[in-house]
């Protein structure tokens, strides 16, 4: 009796598998369900924007990792970056922080580094500019760096999560600043991020069809912008803040293309702001906020 329910379980299992075999192999061999796959996947244009920021999300957030430590956590943060190399740039890696791991904790050592500029080549690598303060007994010295990156992709992991690598990096070094050009180069339907030092209040557009911006400000602002399709040649923004305002092209010429732009202090123009006799002040956004958090009314 036990047998013959075994074999009737047995049977029952057979056929299940069979059924759903088949089943998965229509499905797989159904061209409406490929095409609809196609439609909703890497291919639209969602998902490339969302691509392409990622890309920028990862390299901001690996440059940050790798350019700042302190003789206390040189070894964990430089170690940890190992995830996000290929093996043979993690392997270098490893052997030159195992190298200077012993004299960096023996200094009263820190390197802050602060991302300037970050773009896409005409080759498909990355670009890079960075500032480094670096301190040594209270003793600071600049240094500015340039590093030119190409990314891979990899598996999604806990340790990984933007299943992208570094597979190889190179850096050059320059004792000054480079100079700064209030030009940012777009692509249509790519958008760029543009930071600036203090908290935007207004933005000119006189390509409102154009360009589509988004504003996240904090101490400092930044602009997601995102040309249209018919975006093409260049345009002059004006971004103000309460004291300062920058003017800056944005433009499709070139073959270079901006992912992120840091804009310093030293590129906005102090801000004049008429006053007319007789006219009531218009409140701008933030003393709104302040009026309907708080439920006061300012004084005009």
């Not at 802050?112 to 010295?141: F, M, V």
Request: proline fraction near 4%; include cysteine; aromatic fraction near 8%.
């Amino acid at each position: 009796m036990k047998t013959r329910v075994l074999v009737i379980l047995l049977a029952g299992s057979l056929v299940w598998a069979g059924s759903v075999t088949y089943l998965y192999w229509q499905l797989k061999n159904n061209p409406r369900v490929v095409a609809i796959t196609m439609d909703a996947g890497k291919e639209s244009l969602q998902n490339m924007q969302l691509g392409e920021m990622e890309k920028m999300t990862f390299l901001r957030q690996y440059l940050e990792r790798y350019f700042n430590y302190d003789s206390n956590n040189f070894w964990q943060s430089q170690t940890s970056l190992a995830f996000l190399m290929s093996p043979k740039l993690s392997e270098e890696r490893i052997r030159e922080v195992s190298r200077l791991r012993e004299k960096v904790q023996q200094k009263n050592l820190s390197q802050a580094g602060r991302l300037l500029g970050l773009k896409q080549l005409p080759d498909g690598s990355y670009q890079a500019q960075l500032h480094l303060r670096i301190t040594e007994n209270a003793q600071k010295n600049d240094l500015y760096i340039k590093t030119q990156i190409r990314l891979s992709n990899t598996e999604r992991t806990l340790e990984n999560p933007w299943g992208l690598v570094v597979s190889s990096m190179q850096l050059s070094s320059a004792p000054t600043a480079p100079d700064f050009m209030a030009v940012a180069h777009a692509r249509a339907q790519s958008p760029v991020l543009l930071t600036f030092p203090c908290a935007i209040e207004n933005i000119e557009n006189p390509r409102e069809n154009d360009l589509k911006i988004k504003i996240t400000t904090l101490n400092i602002s930044e602009l997601q912008i995102t040309p249209a399709k018919t975006f093409t040649g260049s345009v002059s923004l004006l971004a103000s803040c309460k004291e300062l305002e920058f003017k800056f092209d944005l433009t499709s010429e070139g073959k270079e293309k901006d992912l992120f732009v840091a804009f310093p202090e030293s590129a906005g123009t102090i801000r004049r702001k008429e006053v007319v006799p007789g006219k009531i002040h218009k409140k701008d956004i933030y003393e709104k906020t302040i009026e309907n958090v708080l439920g006061i009314e300012l004084d005009q």
